[in-house]
């Protein structure tokens, strides 16, 4: 049994246009250290798939950065390893148009799928997060004889109106009967597709032929929805920590989460089975002077604090001033913070210079978000 | 493929370190954790990478298995090359003969063929057991304006301290005139960092004559050099006036670790021009807790800190439970400490877990000495070690049949 990986790295991008102004959904940075593309790939490489595509769109630059030869997951191989697809302007795209959907997004690296001589293919997307084993996911797959699973987590909601989120019904077999996108009211148990699947290589192939042939563009709502009844497609029930990143207040709690929330943050990066692998940076550890005081914060290497760091994210290289506060922020690497400065509800994205005394404040339903390099 | 290099480094790291007690029981010494994240070997590699020198050898005999995954291909020091790159050179067998490194000058002999491979006119000879950084291309500059045959690296010590020392005396120019080991009575206090240019022809015939004679310690200190100022050989000595530190005994040690704490740190490991380079693994951020102190400290990725941390360095994946105080302590790689332990002036080696309560050291002011804790114990809650004591298995054992007094 062997087993390829497709990454989709940014099919959502319009969903965060602040952090995906100029880096793709994938290499958006996310907990000090990571970026998000880091949960898809670290799942699939800890789950023992070496062979890893990676489909890009626009503003990869960043990505291509992160990933490098793909070493720091093991995926520099000889033998698979990891291979960027670069966009393909096809006749399937829309004219000009790259892919807007992820069935144009395979569309238009369908060369390429020709090429994967694996059984299965494991798909996923970059904007949701979780730490799940595929192995099992895989193994439940083959032992269904379905054509293809989607991984779903089961949440409870009262009357809410969900986004970037497809709603999957499954009978008390598992098997999918119906899929909604976006529901205004949902309430009750909903499994909520996680945006991973394992599909059989050559049905993959046939679906796609198929779809191709009867003019789909959306491979949830087309290939997968229409063809309920003629396939099997089956859910996998994934009990673990997810989320789905569709806006930037949902992208600023996710982080927050990770500080309130003890078992979010050890199930989701501190698995020792399962640990979440990035491109290994040179830095040096991160030095706390006499003056600093820190509470309840994630801190990346490299740092240099000298003022107070409560409940927030700080990545490599940040550097705080003395009698700086910073309060419930994300400071992006190489965040340079002058003295008394303060800081509260405040996204800082690479390289933002804050001098001294200047005093930010946004609000956690609306947290400010500072450009790439800016002075403030 | 072997392209013509004009210098190739030879990196001596077999050193067994025996002051350095439990810390080098199954590590050699250049593989002795440093700083938070490096290792003592990673000062002279990333030297010799932002020098611009890519091919080196490292010569490695005592306990090589950690030292030798470390080094693996080279990468982290961008050492993984086609031609050059990071060699670890192990001793061999022969056609005739087997034979361990006999000494420094021996173990260079003895990989004579590795250096004759990339026909350098230059050979920098380094130990892997000083923390420092050196740019070795201004010394090359140097052996070759002086057109010198052998170049020794020295840096100024203290007078009273020279007697420790390899002592240079030298005319005004550099030039060497004598070398005295360990002198009662020093000269000067130009001590030897134990880092040698050789013209390669010149090294290679003073390495074959060094071996053909039976009396000899087959040392470059003590036989080598001093055979080459015997004949008449232009050496000189290069003074270097940066930071440098031999690291040999646990005090030492944990001193240069000190070093590197601090707003303008002695020796500044964040200087982005002058990078040190060192393996490291994808650790999850540091967690600091709703409780945690941290004053003058470095900490690494992978921590969970819900104490007290002073004036410390604390390597990656360390735990610091609730209520616990660590002062003037140096701790390594996954160490877990418990709640409300206390540790002060000590060294804990990796993987060693310091149950709940626990006490180890005694503040430095009052302390006898430095408390060194070796790696993969179990330090029992309620335990007290007294200051200055090395602690491995069989001292837990004795301490656990004396019912932990």
Redesign the interface.
């Given at each position: 049994m062997t087993v390829s990986g497709i990454i989709f790295s940014n099919l959502h991008d319009k969903n965060i246009p602040e952090l995906t102004r100029q880096r793709t959904m994938a290499s958006v940075p996310f907990a000090c250290r990571y970026r998000l593309i880091d949960f898809a790939l670290s799942n699939m490489v800890n789950s023992g798939i070496t062979d890893v595509r990676v489909i890009t769109h626009n503003n990869y630059r960043s990505l291509m950065d992160h990933l490098g030869s793909g070493k720091d997951w093991d995926l520099a191989r000889r033998s698979g390893g990891l291979k960027i697809l670069p966009p393909f302007v096809s006749s399937y795209s829309g004219g000009e148009n790259l892919y807007r959907s992820r069935l144009e997004a395979l569309f238009g690296v369908i060369s390429s799928i020709q090429h994967i001589h694996s059984d299965y293919i494991v798909m996923s997307d970059c904007d949701s997060i979780c730490n799940i084993d595929l192995k099992d996911m895989v193994n439940k797959h083959i032992e269904s004889g379905a054509t293809l699973t989607l991984g779903v987590k089961d949440t409870v909601f009262e009357d809410r109106h969900l986004k970037n989120v497809n709603v999957i019904y499954a009978d008390k077999d598992g098997n999918v009967t119906d899929i909604e996108r976006d529901p205004r009211h949902a309430t009750g148990v909903k499994s909520l597709g996680l945006n991973v699947m394992v599909v059989n290589t050559n049905e993959l192939k046939s679906l796609l032929n198929d779809a191709s042939a009867h003019g789909y563009s959306s491979f949830i709502n087309d290939v997968v929805r229409r063809n309920v009844g003629k396939y099997v497609f089956k859910v996998y029930r994934y009990d673990g920590v997810f989320r789905n990143i569709y806006s930037m207040k949902e992208y600023y709690d996710c982080n927050m989460q990770l500080l309130r929330d003890e078992r979010f943050r050890k199930e989701l990066i501190g698995n020792p089975l399962r640990p979440i692998l990035t491109k290994v940076h040179n830095s040096a550890p991160t030095k706390y002077s006499d003056g600093a005081v820190v509470k309840n914060s994630l801190i990346a290497d490299g740092c240099i604090i000298k003022g107070t760091v409560e409940n927030s994210i700080i990545f490599r290289g940040v550097k705080i001033g003395r009698g700086t506060v910073v309060k419930n922020s994300i400071l992006f690497q190489d965040t340079y913070t002058g003295e008394n400065v303060f800081l509260n509800c405040v996204i800082t994205d690479k390289d933002a210079l804050i001098q001294d005394g200047r005093m930010l404040s946004g609000h956690e339903t609306l947290p400010f978000y500072i450009e790439k390099g800016q002075i403030v | 493929m072997f392209n013509k290099k004009e210098c190739v480094v030879m990196l001596l790291a077999g050193g067994q370190g025996s002051r350095l007690y439990t810390l080098t029981e199954k590590t050699a010494k250049p593989a002795v954790p440093f700083?938070?994240?490096y290792r003592i070997i990673d000062f002279p590699l990333s030297n010799c990478v932002n020098s611009g020198f890519d091919t080196v050898g490292v010569l490695t005999q005592y306990q090589p298995l950690v030292l030798n995954e470390y080094i693996g291909n080279g990468?982290?020091w961008d050492l993984d090359r086609a031609s050059g790159g990071a060699v670890v050179l192990p001793p061999y067998q022969r056609s005739k003969s087997a034979d361990w490194y006999r000494g420094t000058a021996n173990a260079i002999y003895q990989n004579i063929n590795f250096i004759e491979r990339y026909d350098p006119d230059y050979v920098l000879v380094l130990s892997g057991d000083h923390i420092y950084k050196m740019n070795y291309r201004l010394m090359l500059d140097f052996h070759k304006e002086k057109n010198a045959d052998c170049t020794i690296a020295v840096i100024d010590v203290p007078l009273e301290e020279a007697s420790r020392f390899g002592i240079m005396n030298t005319r005004e120019d550099g030039e060497i005139y004598e070398f005295e080991e360990k002198p009662k009575r020093p000269k000067s206090t130009k001590a030897s960092m134990g880092i040698y240019i050789f013209g390669r022809k010149k090294l290679v015939e003073y390495l074959k004559a060094d071996e053909a004679d039976p009396s000899s310690a087959k040392d470059f200190g003590k036989n080598v050099i001093p055979a080459m100022l015997a004949a008449g050989e232009k050496m000189y000595a290069y003074e270097f006036t940066g930071y440098w530190k031999d690291v040999g005994t646990i005090k030492s040690l944990w001193e240069a670790n000190m070093d590197t704490?601090?707003?303008h740190p002695v020796l500044d490991?964040?200087d982005r021009d002058w990078?040190?380079?060192?393996r490291?693994?994808?650790n999850?951020?540091?967690?600091?807790?709703?409780?945690?102190?941290?004053?003058?400290?470095?900490?690494?990725?992978g921590c969970e800190i819900h104490g007290t941390?002073e004036n410390s360095?604390?390597f990656g994946g360390v735990y610091v439970g609730h209520g616990a105080m660590i002062r003037d302590s140096v701790i390594m790689n996954g160490v877990r400490i418990g709640d409300k332990a206390s540790i002060d002036y000590s060294f804990i080696d990796e993987d060693t877990v310091i149950e709940k309560g626990s006490r180890i050291g005694d503040e430095k002011e009052k302390a006898a000495g430095i408390t060194l804790i070796g790696s993969d114990l179990t330090i029992k809650k309620e335990y007290s070690i007294p200051t200055g004591d090395m602690v491995n298995q069989a001292y837990i054992d004795d301490l656990a049949k004396k019912g932990g007094k």
């Open positions: - | 700083g938070g994240k990468q982290p704490l601090g707003e490991l964040y990078r040190i380079y060192s490291t693994q994808a999850p951020p540091q967690f600091i807790g709703e409780d945690a102190k941290l004053t003058n400290s470095v900490v690494s990725e941390v360095v604390l």
